[in-house]
């Protein structure tokens, strides 16, 4: 066994090797640019290396410096992570000519996944279904009838040089195959001058669905089930599940047996995922090889109880697996969440910036053994959350790397049990000063097709077409966060009428009855009449009843939660609940945000009579910046592509922003002439900092 590794990444896939490593006596290097000269990795490894400048091509992807880093440190082994250098080939081999074990496949495995075309014959050989398809052109709509009564209809018909939706039809019958032949055949000749036409399976409600796979080097190869990875969104996976809701134990079995062929034909050693599109009649192809370790690793090891980067590290070090395929265990339901750093209400945006508050929810996994942050690889027990981050509260989210702040993960005795502890463990994540994803997780975690298992790929599309807005997070009680916000406001004041040395005859009163406003924006607020009583401040108790128009509802809450705590945890009529709570906005330093299950409100919970003054001051507008170009989110101002003076057309190109290694390109909205540039070329910019200004 090795006594010193390298990880040759960042970020939460880098602590989570070294949690591994170090439960195995075996000491880490950390690598790191110098944006991450604080990084939790950093911290956490028993030494680290400089590598150079904070962009990617200067430091995590120069082969040479990490190499380098690895011989002057004595590692022994590299583990590459995901990303960066993980499915190099060149670095593979250099890694294993250099004399270090890679905690990887061998590099004749990366290169023969790593060709698409190599790929598909390999998996053609070695009797994985593949998408059938005739890839010769069709010369006539009766050859091309023929040809898709030997696929199998539906059948999707395409031009060789097609795009934007033109040179493409869908056919499920002869007649619709004739039709639709001619016309792809003449949108591709008018559309790009080239009217040849192929065709291929056309798969119905495609889910992507995963197997992973673990070899060894003596020719051992098992799968340790499947994870479902449908839910994305601009094909980037956000929620990950194992098993998945939708396919059989023989569709299971098959596309297993189909995966170890697959990586017994290229002699695959270390974890790896075979990738599939799965039909809504189970019918599955093959689409590629990860050659690495899965971001979404976690919910397989869940289900499994096995820690796949140990088994990496024994296969580099040459042990052979020593588990059979009858040995896999498949117990519960595990999810992860993708925690990004990106505002989903404006579209996704990157969010950059320091996290002024990290607060992660509580772990409770079992312990198989003694990791970091009451974190288990072995033994999760059916109420399990774990969270693997490489971030700390204080610390940065450089603009130089993806966005993802952590991986929340639960663990469950059924899917539902799943859903119902990913939702509550949502509710206690705290991140502050930066924004998150967490509402968009939230929205669809209560999505009924979601939470009946009825979903495909596209489901984000489906149903978030016009983006995502604050309406999109239902909440099955709304009234329950405006009684949070009034047993709030009553515990403080309780607090404030116990402050010794009060002014005789102006000491602070303890109301019963209250007026909640809550803001809807854009001016319009909205009023409920609040009555706390059988309040108990030593036993964090209070029942309150919230008045909607002539109904009444009731709360009986009880939580021993601090007035400075973020996260609440406690019971609303009997049952638990987990919010969060701050006093002051930025709008209303008076005001409550309180958020639940996805839904944020703002909330101000005045006396009765503060509450009619209230209503005769006036609502000041915000400010007018329509004759602004603001920055959409934090990052480096690449471009200026206007000039003062400038008459602009609505769609051209104004400016660009990198950030989160994306280009994010800024375009006018309508005619505009450029009065003035207010930034420079090079400028790190920050949130709705003002770029150019219109006349």
């Not at 406690?570 to 919010?579: C, D, L, M, S």
């Not at 910019?685 to 770029?691: E, K």
Request: with cysteine.
């Amino acid at each position: 066994m090795f006594d010193k590794i390298l990880i040759a990444n960042r970020g939460e896939i880098a602590c989570r090797v070294i949690k591994t490593a170090r439960k195995m006596g075996i000491k880490t290097v950390a690598v790191y640019s110098e944006a991450d000269k604080d990084a939790r990795h950093v911290e956490l490894a028993d030494e680290a290396v400089l590598l150079g400048p904070a962009p990617s091509r200067e430091s995590y992807l120069v082969a040479d410096k990490i190499i380098a880093a690895a011989r002057q440190t004595g590692a022994q082994a590299i583990h590459p992570g995901y990303g960066f250098l993980s499915e190099n080939e060149d670095f593979a081999r250099r890694v294993e000519e250099e004399g270090m074990a890679f905690i990887g496949p061998k590099h004749y495995s990366i290169a023969a996944m790593g060709d698409k075309i190599a790929s598909k014959k390999l998996a053609n050989e070695a009797n994985v279904n593949t998408i059938p398809g005739h890839n010769q052109p069709i010369l006539s709509p009766e050859e091309a009838v023929e040809i898709a009564k030997g696929i199998g209809y539906p059948v999707m018909i395409k031009a060789s040089a097609g795009g934007g939706g033109k040179g493409l039809r869908v056919a499920f019958n002869d007649k619709e195959c004739f039709e639709g032949f001619s016309s792809c055949r003449n949108e591709a000749r008018n559309s790009f001058g080239d009217d040849r036409v192929f065709m291929e399976k056309f798969v119905e409600e495609p889910r992507h669905i995963e197997i992973q796979v673990l070899g060894d080097s003596q020719g051992n190869v098992v799968y340790l089930h499947e994870r479902e990875c449908s839910i994305q969104r601009r094909h980037q996976k956000v929620i990950e599940e194992a098993p998945s809701p939708f396919i059989s134990d023989e569709t299971r079995k098959a596309m297993g047996e189909q995966a170890v062929a697959l990586a017994k034909a290229v002699k695959y050693q270390s974890a790896g995922t075979v990738e599939f599109v799965v039909g809504k009649d189970q019918s599955f192809y093959f689409l590629e090889m990860n050659t690495r370790l899965q971001v979404e690793h976690p919910v397989t090891e869940c289900i499994t109880g096995l820690d796949l980067v140990e088994q990496m590290i024994r296969v580099a070090a040459g042990e052979p697996l020593n588990l059979k395929q009858a040995d896999i265990r498949r117990e519960g339901w595990a999810i992860e969440c993708r925690i990004n750093a990106e505002d989903p209400f404006r579209n996704f945006l990157p969010s950059t910036g320091r996290l002024v508050k990290y607060q992660p929810p509580v772990t409770n996994l079992e312990q198989g053994t003694n990791t970091l942050q009451g974190e288990s690889y072995e033994g999760m027990n059916f109420g399990g959350v774990r969270v693997d981050t490489g971030v700390y509260e204080g610390g940065e989210i450089p603009m130089f790397y993806d966005s993802m702040i952590a991986k929340l993960i639960v663990h469950g005795r059924d899917r539902k049990d799943a859903i119902a502890k990913m939702r509550e463990a949502l509710n206690g994540f705290v991140i502050r000063g930066i924004s998150s994803n967490i509402p968009f997780q939230s929205a669809l975690l209560t999505h009924p097709d979601f939470a009946t298992g009825n979903f495909n790929t596209g489901f984000i599309a489906q149903h978030y077409h016009g983006g995502f807005l604050a309406e999109d997070v239902p909440h099955d009680d709304p009234l329950f966060l405006v009684a949070l916000a009034g047993f709030i406001r009553r515990k403080a004041r309780e607090r404030a009428a116990g402050i010794s040395g009060q002014l005789a005859g102006h000491e602070v009163k303890v109301e019963h009855d209250y007026v909640a406003v809550v803001n809807e924006g854009h001016g319009d607020f909205e009023r409920h009449a609040l009555h706390v009583y059988e309040f108990s401040g030593s036993q964090g108790e209070a029942l309150i009843d919230v008045m909607d128009g002539p109904e009444k509802w009731s709360y009986r809450i009880v939580c021993q939660s601090r007035l400075n705590d973020v996260r609440l945890s406690g019971t609303v009529n009997g049952k638990p609940f987990t919010a969060q709570a701050e006093r002051g906005t930025a709008k209303n330093p008076l005001a409550y945000r309180i958020q639940h299950n996805g839904r944020a409100i703002e909330v101000t919970v005045l006396s009765p009579r503060a509450a009619e003054l209230q209503q005769l001051m006036p609502y000041k507008a915000p400010p007018d910046t329509s004759k602004f170009l603001l920055s959409p989110m934090p990052g480096l101002l690449v471009q200026i592509a206007v000039q003062p003076g400038q008459l602009v057309q609505a769609g051209e190109r104004l400016a660009v922003i990198e950030a989160m290694k994306m280009e994010n390109i800024l375009v006018a909205e309508r005619d505009v002439k450029v009065a003035e540039v207010l930034a420079k070329t090079g400028e790190s910019l920050a949130v709705d900092q003002p770029i150019l200004r219109f006349e």
